[in-house]
């Protein structure tokens, strides 16, 4: 089968690079940036034309889309371009892969929830309430997805962070071994990704064909629970840069124009039972992720 990725220049779409490397499937990457060294194909997947002309020329069955605006806080000054990546595209990307009888797989975000007060895991049937641009938008995505039609897997996840681009994992990496003293808020509560942990799920579940028949939203984080706090400290204690004073303090110390989900942590005992995975502790996959940014 072959399988388009769109936004393959970024944090998972670097790491379905890697993992699909041994899949008997033939995987080819699209985005609009180009990066030096990587083999991409520019793809706009704001234009539907542009999208039915690659599937027919490539015969592609599955699309992985890794593609969307995802500055939160820019996203409340930009929700025109926002609606336009994370509604419309995945939208366009749904009535093709329709056409063809194809199957969309469309990463979304822990975003879709925050509003209303709870302290218990999100399900996937849960009413989405999302406290800002960036996850409305996404919530919009999701449903343009869901009345499109076609075939398709929609994957929430939360906190990601890898080796690629740039994100908390890397930023902390950096700031905890050259600050020596940092705030960080301890009352936004979910749980940390690793890019390549949910990259292997995606192309496991499409090797396996096991998606036929099983349409839905899922969920998919790693295992776990804990805060930007917790997470800053584990990052320094597996850096080894221990010397930096790392304080809790409070998410109005640190003023934005979006107010983020406090408890953003997502139940993904659906995915499990349903495709027959295991899923690491975060806290494991955060040492394999360190590691690697350390050679």
Known sequence: MNILVTGA???????????????????FFTDINQVEGQGTTFLDITDIEAIRSIVKEEDVKCIINCAAYTNVDAAETNEELSEKLNAEAPKNLAIVMQKVDGVLVHVSTDYVFGK?????????????TPTGIYGLTKLHGEQNIITSGCEYLIIRTAWLYSEFGKNFCKTMFNLTATKPRLKVVFDQVGTP?????????????IDSRKYKGNTGVYHYSNEGVCSWYDFTKMIAEYSGHTECDIQPCHSNEFPSPVTRPSYSVLDKTKIKATFGIRIPYWTNSLKVCVNNLQK
């Open 9 to 27: 220049n970024g944090q998972l779409g670097n790491e379905i690079r890697i993992v699909s490397k041994d899949s008997k499937d033939r995987y």
């Open 116 to 128: 209303e007060t709870y302290n218990t895991p999100c399900k996937e049937n849960q009413k989405g």
């Open 193 to 205: 990704t690793y890019a390549y942990d949910l990259a292997k799920v995606i192309v496991d579940i």
